[in-house]
């Protein structure tokens, strides 16, 4: 089977059209960025082995060029993007990002920032140069969005939906469980509380068991309160997840509390992963208070239905 061309995009635009945010956006979405690299440059990045433990062969690259870039000129820039395509095969497109002058004056005027071409002239004479030096840049892209009207959020979800490939950009899951007794992980993002259930803690042959353990799980899985409440928390997963991937968020940790941290929260924590592994994601388990020692005094008062003989 032939190896996939290497995809590479060049983000090129408007000063203040939204370079930076979709250049921002495609980073968190796992492609290489390089942002103002001459282009005199690129083929020795190309010929640059990727860091240790990444790997840079597979990674779509975007370089960010503009007319801030050392050696700026439009027309030698699209005839050095078509030697690359002839010349190496690569899968090379051109993203213009255009914005109407009035918006883009506003912009300036809003964060008070000067024209990068023209810093003593008004913004508009600034934004009249680069268009014109831009223009052959434009001819030549093969995608163009209008950002006129478009939020910095529209933007870059407008980016996701494009450019998202499969396995890149995906947030980095967890699933956890803890004891309430030692706090709550400061990292969570969701914190669902096991404490509802009935508890293998005060059932003499379960204690010194863990959730991981088929008895102690078979225990939790047999409250009458178990089956409906934990597939509500499976679906609400489900219906979230997705969502903050849309949203781009980079790192998602969901929590399992129960008192001890070493029973109902372990066994939820596996069952959950199991659930979230079988709908395509792929989660680390990790149980914070797993090791922990049993201890009654942690474990609060043990209802008169779970009391053994």
């Keep these: 089977m032939s190896k996939r061309a290497k995809q590479i995009l060049l983000v ?5 059209a939204g370079k930076s945010t979709v250049l921002r956006t495609l980073e968190d979405l796992g492609w290489e960025v390089v942002d103002n690299l001459p282009l005199l440059l690129l083929n020795r990045l190309l010929d640059t082995d990727p860091p240790e433990g990444q790997d840079g062969d ?11 870039t050392r050696g700026f000129d439009a027309d030698s820039i699209v005839r050095r993007i078509k030697k690359l395509r002839d010349e190496r095969g690569y899968d090379l497109g051109t993203l213009y990002l255009d914005c109407s002058g009035a918006e883009l004056e506003r912009r300036y005027n809003e964060t008070r920032r000067r024209h990068p071409l023209l810093q003593d002239r008004p913004a508009s004479q600034g934004i009249a140069r680069e268009r014109e030096l831009l223009e052959p840049l434009r001819r030549w892209a093969n995608r163009l ?3 006129t009207r478009l939020s910095s959020n529209e ?3 407008q980016i996701r939906s494009t450019f998202a490939f499969d396995g890149l950009g995906e947030p980095t899951l967890s699933v956890m469980s803890f004891g309430f007794a030692r706090g709550i ?6 914190v669902f509380d096991m404490r509802f259930l009935r508890n293998p803690h005060w059932v003499d042959a379960l204690r010194p068991g863990t959730g991981k353990d088929k008895p102690v799980a078979d225990y939790v899985m047999a409250d009458p309160a ?3 409440a934990v597939g509500k928390i499976e679906n609400l997963l489900l219906t979230l997840l997705p969502r903050y991937r849309a949203e781009g968020k980079a790192y998602v940790t969901i929590a ?3 008192t001890g941290g070493r029973h109902r929260s372990v066994h939820v924590a596996e069952r959950v992963a199991a659930r979230l592994r079988d709908a395509g994601f ?5 149980h914070r208070d797993l090791q922990t020692a049993p201890q009654d005094s942690l474990e609060g008062s043990p209802a008169a239905s779970h009391r053994t003989s």
């Design 12 to 16: 090129t635009g408007m000063s203040g």
């Design 185 to 190: 992980p400061h990292d969570a993002d969701l």
């Design 282 to 286: 792929s989660p680390t388990v990790a």
């Design 226 to 228: 178990y089956p409906e």
């Design 58 to 68: 597979d990674r779509p690259l975007a370089i960010g060029i503009g007319t801030r």
């Design 155 to 157: 933007l870059a979800q």
């Design 256 to 258: 399992f509390g129960c």
């Design 145 to 147: 969005i209008d950002t």
